[in-house]
């Protein structure tokens, strides 16, 4: 995503850059798909231009240490070989064979031991000696972001011990740890006795400057009517404002929408934005979220009571027992919605009260539960 596009972010964005460069680990939680990777992606970037070697790993798709370990090993390598899955031409020279892209030896030199080692722990710890091994060797700062961290704890019980004793003797290495998972980056990173207690300054993306996903509304404002200006359509204040109710500001649901919008409006020759319009995109952007709300939905059904209570914050219903909702323990309810906000789904208002952190994602948790309300909120 062009950093143009990364809306209310530049400040921190830059804030990531400095202390990164700096050789101080960050820490960027906060609730899925408000744009932290395209961030972090961005602030990677900018560190290479500065002359910074750089790596991206992502712990969600690993299914084990030594698969997590590789992928490691390849974001590193990438920086000297400039060819990606490097570590397949490590494995390949170590056997013996030709590897499948020109690639000169000293570049895979690195990461030849690690070829030949076996042994799944070994390997692992080998793997996170390598960024040291490259600040060390080029004389240049090594930076390395883990994405969706907080999988990496489902690989082995001691994966977060092993990474914490690698890690922190490492000199010219700074790493940023992101994840959608509050509740657990918060008990990792903050709780005395866990494995990384301390070891990363927290970056608030979510709630910073008082603003919801830490993006004011006049920065959407400003960049909602330039954008569509740039395709000679006008959007006035007011239905900004009834797109911002909709989506709740949330940084990819305000994109999908408006993504919507202009294809519909391209499509039906418009150019002036109306709430007809913007209600038919609206629907259009929740039929193209369907799919990975339907999955979310899914991962709660495994959960006893979390779709149940779920369904109460979305339709703003009596969280506990009453005469008109089935009887649920209140410890049962309490532990859904401790769940629930350790899932980055929803946020406490007051006193038993709760709301969606993503209202399109509620807006879907009330239709699947019967509620066919109409969407587009009137001021």
Not at 134 to 147: E, N, Q, Y
Not at 249 to 265: F, K
């Amino acid at each position: 995503m062009p950093a143009r596009d990364l809306v209310g972010r530049e400040t921190y964005m830059r804030r990531l850059v400095e202390r990164l460069s700096d050789g101080n680990h960050v820490l960027v939680a906060g609730p899925r798909r408000i744009g932290k990777t395209s961030i972090i992606l961005e602030v990677l970037r900018r560190l290479r231009r500065r002359g910074a070697l750089i790596g991206y790993v992502d712990c969600l798709g690993a299914t084990d240490i030594r698969g997590l370990g590789e992928r490691l090993v390849d974001a590193v390598l990438e920086n000297v070989s400039g060819v990606e899955r490097s570590f397949e031409q490590a494995k390949a020279i170590a056997a013996g064979m030709r590897p499948s892209v020109k690639v000169k030896y000293e570049h895979i030199e690195l990461a030849l031991q690690l070829a030949r080692e076996t042994n799944a722990q070994r390997f692992f710890e080998g793997a996170l000696d390598l960024p040291r091994t490259l600040a060390a060797r080029t004389g240049k700062r090594v930076v390395v972001a883990f994405d969706e961290f907080q999988a990496a704890g489902r690989l082995g019980p001691r994966v977060f011990d092993v990474m914490r004793t690698r890690f922190q003797a490492q000199k010219g290495v700074a790493y940023a740890f992101l994840g959608s998972e509050e509740g657990i980056l918060e008990q990792l990173f903050s709780e005395k006795g866990r494995a990384f207690y301390r070891f990363a300054v927290p970056i608030d993306l979510a709630e910073a400057g008082g603003h919801r996903f830490g993006i004011a509304p006049d920065d959407w404002l400003t960049y909602l009517r330039d954008k569509f200006a740039e395709k000679k359509i006008a959007i006035d204040d007011t239905s900004v404002d009834r797109l911002l109710d909709a989506t709740g500001g949330h940084p990819q649901d305000t994109m999908q929408v408006c993504a919507a919008l202009y294809y519909l409006m391209r499509d039906a020759a418009q150019r002036v934005v109306t709430a007809d319009l913007l209600a038919i995109a609206y629907e259009q952007a929740l039929r193209e979220l369907e799919r990975p709300f339907a999955l979310h939905w899914s991962e709660l059904g495994k959960q006893k009571y979390l779709q149940l209570v779920a369904t109460r914050v979305a339709q703003g219903a009596v969280l506990f027992a009453s005469e008109t909702t089935p009887a649920v323990p209140r410890p049962e309810v309490l532990r859904a919605l401790e769940s629930l906000s350790a899932r980055g789904l929803v946020t406490r208002l007051g006193r038993g009260r709760y709301e969606f952190v993503e209202p399109m994602f509620g807006e879907y948790v009330r239709r699947v539960a019967g509620n066919e309300a109409g969407i587009v909120p009137k001021r």
